[in-house]
């Protein structure tokens, strides 16, 4: 059980374009789910939280407006990054909070690969 | 701030050896501490969760253990396989029960046949 989804696992899109990348939850409610970014031999750096049915919290030095956060079912989550960019090129992974998750820690997804070219 | 350390960043082992991840953390106020494993271009795979209460969490060949009051934590592989190769990433939760995931680097580990 706990099995979240991310779609797509790779995605090359040109620059000024728009990219959504999708988090499931398939087999649980996820009333939270988190947003990361990964850079090549860093730590993954939390982007933001999507609770179901309310506005996303970003962390200090993330643009809201670049990467839209929605939230509107428990059991979907998606990040869209908006005008994309080639600094926007990353690995992107979500993960869902599930009840009990303070027994079973934290679910992730597959990620999710961005090239803009 | 909370803060964790993966030492080392890198470590290459022949087959059947046992090996210690170490990860270091700079508040010891944290709710669980996790062990993931990520393959290149994979997401996370969960693979212990010690709470703040326990000592140790044992899994098959794998065992972590937790010292709080010293802000630290092992990973032991008995035996390795180089199907254990991959990278191990150690993250903390604080905050009680609704807190954020804290990660470090991780260790890549690389087990020769």
């Known amino acids: 059980g706990a099995v979240v989804s991310q779609h797509p696992s790779r995605v090359i899109c040109k620059s000024g374009t728009s990219v959504k990348i999708e988090c499931r939850s398939l087999?649980?409610?996820?009333?939270?789910m988190f947003w990361y970014r990964q850079f090549p031999k860093k730590s993954l750096m939390l982007m933001a939280t999507?609770?179901?049915?309310?506005?996303?919290?970003?962390e200090q030095g993330v643009e809201k407006d670049k990467f839209l956060i929605n939230h509107a079912s428990l059991t979907l989550s998606t990040l869209t990054v908006t005008s994309a960019h080639p600094e926007d090129s990353s690995f992107y992974i979500c993960?869902?909070?599930?009840?009990?998750?303070?027994?079973?820690?934290?679910?992730f997804g597959s990620g999710t690969r961005l090239t803009v070219v | 701030k909370q803060e964790v350390t993966q030492i080392p960043a890198a470590l290459s082992v022949p087959e059947g050896e046992n090996l210690v991840l170490n990860c270091s953390f700079t508040?010891?106020?944290?709710?669980?501490l996790q062990w993931f494993r990520q393959d290149p271009g994979k997401g996370l795979t969960s693979l212990l969760l010690?709470?703040?209460?326990?000592r140790e969490q044992t899994s098959g060949r794998l065992n972590a253990s937790l010292d709080k009051s010293s802000g630290r934590s092992t990973l032991y592989i008995a035996a390795s396989q180089p199907g254990d190769s991959a990278t191990y990433l150690c993250?903390?939760?604080?905050?009680?029960?609704?807190?954020?995931?804290?990660f470090g680097k991780g260790t890549k580990l690389s087990v020769k046949p």
């Open positions: 993960s869902a909070r599930r009840q009990g998750a303070e027994l079973y820690g934290y679910t």
């Open positions: 087999d649980f409610q996820a009333t939270t």
């Open positions: 999507s609770n179901e049915g309310s506005k996303a919290t970003y």
């Open positions: 508040d010891s106020a944290i709710y669980n």
């Open positions: 010690i709470q703040s209460s326990q």
């Open positions: 993250a903390v939760k604080g905050g009680g029960s609704q807190g954020n995931l804290i």
